[in-house]
């Protein structure tokens, strides 16, 4: 795959666009962008899309505007329109390096989908990707031209071979505590306990003060789940609401998990994007391409983010940066099973 | 040990034997296990017999290997641990009834994931035999089922034959009159004729009485042929009708054995009802021919009776059959719809008669069966729902 990306900033420059019908596009936008799928109907081109709370183009991360990906003849596209019955039997999954991958990232299938797919990709194959979405209720955050979907997923089928990074940078707070008690997203107890009592327990402790509940949204960006891995990783898991002694994380968590409550300094994030980013560009990355969890992004904040995306854009090799800010993360070269990852930065280098 | 090794052991040795169903335990075992270690994929495989091995349950990337040569290999081996490529190594283990086959990128710790197999090899042994044992344990109820199924099915057949015997017998008792009413008619028009004495008068007389008998027989021949032929069709039908035809049946049999069949009450509206057609007549018959048994063995008994009623009820058609031949015995009374239960000799009793009239009301028309003592003998109530609609 050629990379060729735009970033249009108005609904306008997307009308004008100079689109042809040889190729097909991938558009990827905001809850601020305006659409108007009939429009893009009307000039005849194959075209799929997904909603996501913010874009990354070059030095800067954008709350409005289009990423247009332009994918010529040899990509091979494919818009899963619900990600609980799809079936991957006939699918050409096998016959490409690369999976990007966009899921509707508040849809409870995503994980098993995820592990569906992954039965169905080739040994070497690498799957990279990221959850649309907004925090609208009742939002369809997958489009193509027949409309808008949700529980969707679109896989973009490459030959390139994609080098990815998947950063970190957060340190144990409390733990270890192990799930006694857990369903899906919802996170009961921990070492037989309420699990919210526990974690604002550990959160008040950290802070020095009492935390009224109110506030208590605010503060849960900062400090997520790490489920224990044998590698000495996380799979980080991030607490998105809570209710009576249940926390509702952004990603399935299973009973007898060891986790521990983590915490970062803002230092600690930005270096371990920036080993990331190196480690990727070391091997002759000139495009990057990047799938940022939107709660780090709120801990980072945008300005030091923005900071971090010049420096990126300063390395001379490097040729574009784009990317989006997303609901969940996806990052797998086959060297593992796979995992529907939050609060973490993918990093995807595209060499050619 | 550290931490992250204790985690993957705790949460290992947790997803083991948690379902009797031997693909879905395998199933978590291997997810949770795959997960933990940073597999790529893992299978296993279970050794039903000695020839056979049947992959249960697999996860992640699929056909990397060739399982009859490992197959062959762990028959020597318990653990086979190689490179498949030049990035990935092969990890089999051999279990009691089956093996393990995992893949794994080349950077692993393996001394630490072979001895955590090692250490759970005792409790997933146990769990496949559990798993195994209750799949075998199915299999004799689902055939011991399927026995007495066809068993059932048999002894109803029986019922249903020794049921036709006793009502042809029936029928020829009543065909008995009329025959010699038609006998008596022609042999009459006969002599009459050849001593030329038949009037126009009598002519009429004979033939008459003639048509009235035949038609008469024509009538038990079509509730006969109703009992036996249409008794898989499901028709409205009037439950006068019906409780009139079984005491029809059965009065003149009943009559040799000085039984008296008593209408007590029958409503006058006519109540429909959708069955069966030979259901109903088949509970009725059920019932009233044990009731006739019980009486037949009360030699002392001098005046025997069974009553019946027809009620109708709010939400009900009630039915009643009472009998003077003393009550069924209180130690048994729970056990009458049970079935192979009988109180009868061997030759006489199947068990299956109360049996299959509790079936018929109780599970197919969802109706009541049951019988209360009262200060005369045994009376059974059939009650069928009102206002429902029967998908028989």
């Given at each position: 795959m050629n990379v060729t990306v735009a970033f249009l900033e108005t609904s306008e420059q997307l009308e004008n666009f100079n689109f042809s019908n040889k190729n097909k596009y991938l558009i990827l936008c905001t809850?601020?962008?305006?659409?108007?799928?009939?429009?893009?109907?009307?000039?005849?081109?194959?075209?799929?899309g997904a909603i996501f709370p913010k874009l990354i183009f070059k030095n800067k991360i954008f709350e409005d505007g289009y990423l247009i990906c332009i994918l010529k003849n040899n990509v091979h596209i494919e818009f899963i329109e619900d990600m609980n019955t799809h079936e991957f039997d006939n699918s050409t999954l096998s016959n490409y390096n690369t999976l990007i991958t966009i899921i509707?990232?508040?849809?409870?299938?995503?994980?098993?989908?995820?592990?569906?797919?992954?039965?169905?990709?080739?040994i070497n194959s690498t799957i990279i990707g990221g959850g649309a979405g907004t925090f609208e209720e009742n939002k369809k955050h997958l489009f193509n031209n027949n409309g808008f979907y949700s529980n969707s997923s679109i896989i973009v089928m490459i030959d390139n071979i994609v080098d990815i990074g998947v950063s970190g940078g957060w340190q144990v707070l409390d733990g270890p505590f192990v799930v006694t008690s857990s369903k899906g997203k919802l996170l009961k107890e921990l070492d037989y306990k309420s699990a919210f009592e526990l974690y604002k327990?550990?959160?008040?402790?950290?802070?020095?003060?009492?935390?009224?509940?109110?506030?208590?949204?605010?503060?849960?960006?900062?400090?997520?789940?790490?489920?224990?891995?044998?590698?000495?990783?996380?799979?980080?898991?991030?607490?998105?609401?809570?209710q009576k002694d249940f926390l509702h994380l952004a990603g399935d968590i299973e009973n007898n998990s060891v986790i521990n409550i983590l915490k970062a300094k803002e230092s600690d994030l930005l270096e371990s994007t920036a080993s990331t980013r190196n480690q990727v560009l070391q091997k002759g990355a000139k495009h990057l391409?990047?799938?940022?969890?939107?709660?780090?992004?709120e801990y980072l904040t945008v300005n030091s983010y923005s900071k971090q995306l010049r420096e990126l854009n300063k390395c001379e090799s490097i040729k574009s940066v784009f990317g989006v800010i997303s609901i969940g993360e996806v990052a797998n070269s086959g060297e593992k099973y796979i995992d529907l990852l939050n609060k973490s930065c993918v990093i995807g280098g595209i060499c050619h | 040990m550290s931490l992250t090794k204790l985690s993957v052991s705790y949460k290992c040795v947790n997803s083991i034997g948690n379902s009797l169903n031997l693909e879905e335990m395998m199933e978590e075992f291997l997810r949770t296990f795959i997960k933990e270690t940073g597999a790529i994929s893992g299978s296993f495989f279970v050794n039903r017999s000695l020839d056979l091995c049947e992959e249960v349950a697999s996860l992640g990337k699929k056909n990397l290997f060739n399982m009859e040569s490992i197959k062959k290999r762990l028959e020597d081996e318990t653990l086979i641990l190689e490179e498949v490529d030049t990035s990935i190594k092969l990890l089999a283990y051999k279990v009691k009834k089956g093996c393990l086959i995992f893949l794994y990128s080349c950077e692993n710790d393996f001394d630490f994931i072979t001895s955590i197999l090692e250490s759970l090899k005792n409790k997933i042994e146990i769990n496949i035999d559990s798993c195994l044992n209750v799949e075998n344990l199915k299999e004799q109820?689902?055939?011991?089922?399927?026995?007495?199924?066809?068993?059932?099915?048999q002894l109803f057949e029986q019922l249903k034959m020794s049921q036709m015997g006793e009502l042809i017998g029936n029928i020829a008792h009543q065909w008995r009159q009329p025959l010699n009413i038609i006998s008596t008619a022609t042999s009459g028009m006969q002599i009459k004729k050849e001593l030329d004495i038949l009037t126009d008068e009598d002519f009429k007389e004979y033939t008459k009485s003639i048509l009235e008998n035949s038609s008469y027989l024509s009538g038990t021949i079509d509730e006969f042929r109703d009992y036996i032929k249409d008794s898989n069709k499901e028709k409205e039908i009037i439950v006068q009708d019906r409780l009139k035809m079984a005491t029809e049946m059965l009065?003149?049999?009943?009559?040799?054995?000085?039984?008296?069949?008593?209408?007590?009450?029958?409503?006058?509206?006519?109540?429909?009802?959708?069955?069966?057609?030979?259901?109903?007549?088949?509970?009725?018959?059920?019932?009233?021919?044990n009731a006739k048994e019980a009486l037949v063995e009360k030699d002392d008994l001098e005046y025997k009776w069974i009553k019946y009623s027809l009620r109708k009820t709010d939400y009900t058609i009630k039915i009643t059959i009472e009998d003077n031949a003393g009550g069924v015995n209180e130690k048994i009374k729970d056990k009458i719809f049970n079935p192979y239960f009988t109180t009868k000799h061997q030759a006489r009793g199947t068990g299956i008669g109360l049996y299959s009239a509790y079936g018929i009301i109780v599970n197919k028309l969802d109706g009541k069966l049951y019988v209360k003592n009262t200060e005369f003998g045994a009376k059974f109530y059939i009650e069928l729902p009102l206002n429902v609609n029967y998908i028989i």
């Open positions: 809850q601020n962008s305006k659409l108007d799928l009939e429009k893009l109907n009307s000039l005849n081109i194959e075209y799929y509707d990232g508040l849809s409870d299938y995503n994980t098993a989908f995820l592990e569906n797919m992954y039965e169905h990709t080739n327990a550990a959160i008040e402790k950290d802070l020095g003060k009492k935390v009224e509940v109110k506030d208590f949204y605010s503060l849960m960006k900062d400090y997520p789940l790490g489920i224990v891995k044998n590698d000495e990783k996380y799979i980080l898991r991030d607490p998105i609401s809570f391409m990047i799938f940022e969890c939107v709660s780090r992004l | 109820i689902e055939e011991a089922t399927k026995e007495n199924l066809e068993k059932e099915r009065r003149s049999s009943f009559s040799l054995e000085s039984i008296n069949i008593i209408e007590e009450f029958v409503e006058e509206e006519k109540l429909h009802f959708k069955l069966v057609l030979g259901d109903l007549l088949q509970v009725l018959i059920t019932i009233f021919n």
